[in-house]
């Protein structure tokens, strides 16, 4: 019998895993979308968009369609779906697997401070600098509203969700991004502070080397923790080894979140 895979999407990693498992014949894989980027990259397979309506909505998609496995490949930061996805695998039955690239480490020099959420990273700002690259993403930047007296380039992918701080300059692109481009942008906003998510993955890791060679300060906020008991894999490689559908084909963990 073909397995029905379902991934939860969003991120790089779920598109390498979608690109894998479709070229494995007798294997049925949809990916999960959102819905929040405008113009999503293309995924193989097939493709459904949209929430499913909490964890009751999840469970009910798993046993109409038939998933044997689902794998979620959401963004780390992305904690709802997450939640909702372990609950409705307990509630089905069906197998799981978390896909999650590691967090990225800060070397010996690194001046990086580690903070739980945006308002943390709102509260420690003002201490750190004057004119911020907040490469966040475009969703939670009310959290800095009130920094009313810092200067903002903020970067994503769509245009970010109101309110912003007042004194915010835009920047939309999609990873991946090189060194040469993160320390021009360093550079050319004047930025003397970076706030990031601890995203992980290779493709917006060339800002931390950016701010590392320019001597920046960083606030990291830590990803939120997967839920107790699941099963966690750190690249597709390992979903693919856990699915015993190893073969050549497999690759490494990457990602293009903001
Ligand atoms: P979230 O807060 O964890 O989820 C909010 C709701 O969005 C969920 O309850 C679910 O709605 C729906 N949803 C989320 N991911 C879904 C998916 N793959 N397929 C179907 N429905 C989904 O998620 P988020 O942080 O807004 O992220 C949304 C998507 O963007 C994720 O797929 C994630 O991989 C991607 N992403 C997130 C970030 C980030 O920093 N958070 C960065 C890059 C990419 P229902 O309850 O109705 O099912």
Redesign the pocket.
């Known amino acids: 019998m073909s397995p029905h895979v379902l991934i939860?999407?969003?991120?790089t990693e779920?598109r390498r895993l979608a690109a894998e498992l479709a070229a494995r014949p007798g294997v049925r894989v949809t990916?999960?979308?959102?819905?929040?980027?405008a113009r999503p990259a293309p995924v193989p397979g097939e493709v459904?968009?949209?929430?499913?309506?909490?964890?009751e909505?999840?469970a009910e998609w798993l046993r109409a369609h038939r998933v044997d496995v689902l794998v979620d490949?959401?963004?780390?930061?992305?904690?709802?779906?997450?939640?909702?996805a372990a609950r409705a695998a307990a509630a089905t039955g069906v197998h799981a697997l978390v896909l999650r690239r590691p967090g990225w480490r800060s070397r010996p020099g690194d001046d990086w401070h580690f903070v739980r959420s945006l308002d943390a990273a709102a509260e420690a700002l003002p201490r750190l600098g004057r004119r911020v690259f907040l490469s966040?993403?475009r969703?939670g930047l009310a959290a800095f509203r009130h920094l009313t007296d810092l200067t903002f380039v903020v970067r994503s992918v769509d245009p970010p969700e109101p309110p912003l701080p007042p004194d915010t300059r835009v920047v939309l692109a999609r990873g991946p991004f090189t060194v040469t481009d993160e320390t021009r942008l360093l550079r050319t906003h004047r930025i003397d502070v970076l706030v990031t998510?601890d995203?992980g993955g290779e493709a917006t890791a060339a800002k931390l080397t950016a701010a590392r060679d320019l001597g920046l300060p960083v606030i990291v906020v830590r990803r939120p923790e997967p839920p107790a008991g699941a099963t966690v894999v750190s690249d597709v490689a390992g979903v693919l080894e856990r699915l015993g559908l190893s073969s050549p084909r497999d690759s490494g963990a990457a990602d293009t979140?903001?």
């Open positions: 939860l999407g969003g991120t779920a990916t999960s979308l959102a819905g929040r980027v459904r968009i949209g929430g499913f309506g909490g964890p909505g999840l490949a959401t963004h780390p930061f992305a904690d709802t779906i997450t939640a909702n966040t993403g969703l998510k995203s979140c903001p």
